[in-house]
């Protein structure tokens, strides 16, 4: 099968590297050349509708997200300041947190929010409070407030009464410094000083439907109720749409040396600083071509911006949205690549390379928030970018689960088959695929984990890898090691189900195996120790094309 495989191939006259069964491939890991400590970049999430969090679902997945760091993860959702009786639809939400009565006064109501960030909390996770979007009774626009939409529909469609400024500034901010004060209540200072606080969303896109200078008060009025009630919150943002060019630097010029509009002082905290990036895929007809460089570029640009200003320069940068597009509720031939592998394999290689931009701007970058949840109630595997369908993790989800495990301190390493960065942000993974590899080391334990990634969702040969971890301790003679996988046929119920014949309603045998299936799984053919020979450990496998392989050896 695979003679024929490289036969046609061949005959299609694709790249050379796609002509062959498998490809050597030379990885050094060096133990002793230290880069700094490794940041838990992975442990952002967020999600348009936030009613999912406590249904049946997405509370399970909810666990397994604050069980890989309990306390340390992080969960940004929209929506959590709409109007509505809290039924969930794609890209909306509500809690109705906001009315008012018959005389214009307001009226506050905790219960739809308390429910939320209760089941973050009991579930090891906690909130990047988002202050949006704006309650139907303080919206300047308020007809028509919620919007149909569903996916194939104009996207335009969803900015309705929500997205406008407020009729009044001052409710607006009395309303934000009442439910921090709530929280305050509810939960202890010492629990609310550990959440991230922003205001609204992409606020230089149609998100928001004011002028830059309606955001700045939004802004202003927003983070002096929270100010108010809690003096040492974590506050910050813009979380605008991409890098946001000279509109984030004008936010930004504002927050630093501008006239607050709430307090009238000069200036209004930054804590930390916060914008998206997104990749750009293209669909081809007969497969997805990921745009890894369209994310990279953004990044690049957005960290270049932050450290243009000497005062931000030691400023947290959290990628308050970062993915492979842009749409998580949007489904379709385009989007199919997002249940399996090539999802896994990307973003494995775009977190490696987001700490490689870091280092290159010498900024401080506290973590990428993936924007992907679940889907509550749709068809198994239906499409849409999300970490877990009907309560099966899908690949993408270990991979996040193997960056979990490694901590320590980031260690040197080098592939002889790792596309250069300045390559991957000038034309992406198009020629030759990146296999390469990030490492860390604790104490006596060491982490590798190594992927193989090409932008083209197309099969190819398996990466010969030759691992060679080097600057151990010498009198160490050998270590235990787990060898865990990512693959067609590993951590990976999606493929299982496919196999299946894609069963719309797996019976409960079915489930039972789609749950194991979807477990972070280990490789049954590989060794479970390896000898050091003068403080070098050698390693061989073979890594599929899309693959993750994440290696831990603990020194005897």
Known sequence: ??????LLLALLGLPAFLQSDTFPVEITVDTSRSKGPLREIWRFFGADEPNYAYMKDGEKLLGQLGAMDPGHVYFRAHNLMTSGDGTPALK???TNIYTEDENGDPVYDWTLVDLIFDTYLENGVRPYVQMGFMPEALSSHPDPYKHTWRPGLPYEWIYTGWAYPPNDYSKWGELCHQWALHCVERYGMEEVEQWYWETWNESNAPYWQGTPEELYKLHDYAMAGVLRAIPKARVGGPDSAGY????TRSFLEHCLRGRNYATGETGTRLDFVSFHAKGSPEYAGDHIRMGIAHQLREIDKGFALVASFPELRDTPIVIGESDPEGCAACQGDRFSYRNGTMYSSYTAASFARKRDLADKHGINFAGALTWAFTFEDQPYFAGFRQLASNGIALPVLNVFRMMSRMSGNRVACRSTSEVPLQTMIDSGVREDPDVAALASVDGRRVWVMVWHYHDDDLPGP???VSLKIKGLPESAGGARLKHYRVDEFHSNAYDLWRRWGEPVAPDEHQYEQLEAASDLA???????????????????????????????????
């Open 92 to 94: 909306w939400g509500s």
């Open 522 to 556: 280990r490789l049954e053919d590989s060794p479970d120790s390896v000898d050091i020979d003068r403080g070098v450990a050698s390693l061989r496998f073979n890594l599929p094309r899309q693959g993750v392989s994440l290696l831990v050896l603990d020194l005897e």
């Open 244 to 247: 946001g060019g000279d509109w």
């Open 1 to 6: 099968m695979r003679r024929m495989t490289t």
């Open 462 to 464: 398996e990466a010969l």
